[in-house]
């Protein structure tokens, strides 16, 4: 039983252009989401974060948002960079980082 | 070292082997974690520590599987009798207390 899904294993967005990157969960417990970025060879690196009081977060290029009638969070990043390209993995919690429950993941990209 | 280091990096076992997968901290970090990830999937939760006290460990799979942090830095995950389906990346992360985690790059095991 997946409670975390990236629905979509790729995307390919051209540089400068929005990337738009979807995660659906299913447990109504999880209060905290997080989105992280892997390049090959590396282990996962924290991207930005969410709580469930907040609907948006934004860091520089990235921001998250979430829908919780939805259960639904989205990763924009704009504009993209080749330095994007990466695999994108969605996360959730019911109550901070110490466990967390991943998704299958999404291939970003960037054409330049 | 700077990051999460993790050993060794690529380990080939026969089935029915124990394996013993080392994993070194960030310095001063107090929460260490342990995941797994299949071919295709994202991490998955196996147990945490914080200092020397494994707080949870509902993710291990079967009693094959066992986890320690003697000193509080330091942490051994252990395999017995590895079987198969036990083939897949190890990934180690370290945090300092309920903050983001920083994983290491992995040990990728193949059980033959």
């Known amino acids: 039983d997946q409670q975390v899904k990236q629905n979509s294993p790729s995307l390919s967005v051209q540089e400068g252009r929005i990337s738009i990157l979807n995660c659906d969960y299913t447990?109504?417990?999880?209060?905290?989401f997080l989105w992280y970025k892997k390049y090959p060879a590396e282990g996962p690196t924290f991207l930005i974060s969410?709580?469930?009081?907040?609907d948006k977060n934004e860091d520089g290029r990235f921001t998250v948002f979430l829908n919780k009638s939805a259960k639904h969070l989205s990763l924009h990043i704009v504009p993209s960079q080749p330095g994007d390209s990466a695999v994108y993995f969605c996360?959730?919690?019911?109550?901070?980082?110490?466990?967390?429950?991943f998704g299958t993941g999404t291939r970003l990209t960037i054409i330049p | 070292g700077a990051g999460v280091s993790q050993s060794p990096r690529y380990k080939v076992t026969k089935r029915g082997q124990d394996v013993a997968l080392r994993c070194d901290p960030i310095?001063?970090?107090?929460?260490l974690y342990w995941y797994r990830q299949a071919l295709g999937q994202g991490p998955e939760f196996l147990t945490y520590?914080?200092?020397?006290?494994?707080?949870?460990k509902s993710g291990l799979p079967n009693d094959r599987f066992s986890a320690e942090r003697p000193e509080g830095s330091i942490s051994t995950l252990t395999i017995q009798r590895t079987e198969q389906r036990d083939s897949a990346m190890y990934r180690c992360?370290?945090?300092?207390?309920?903050?983001?985690?920083?994983f290491g790059s992995g040990t990728q095991l193949s059980v033959l």
């Open positions: 992360a370290s945090s300092p207390r309920n903050e983001k985690l920083f």
């Open positions: 996360a959730a919690s019911d109550g901070g980082n110490e466990k967390l429950t």
């Open positions: 310095s001063g970090h107090v929460s």
């Open positions: 520590f914080n200092y020397e006290a494994q707080q949870d």
């Open positions: 447990n109504s417990m999880f209060d905290y």
């Open positions: 969410i709580s469930s009081i907040k």
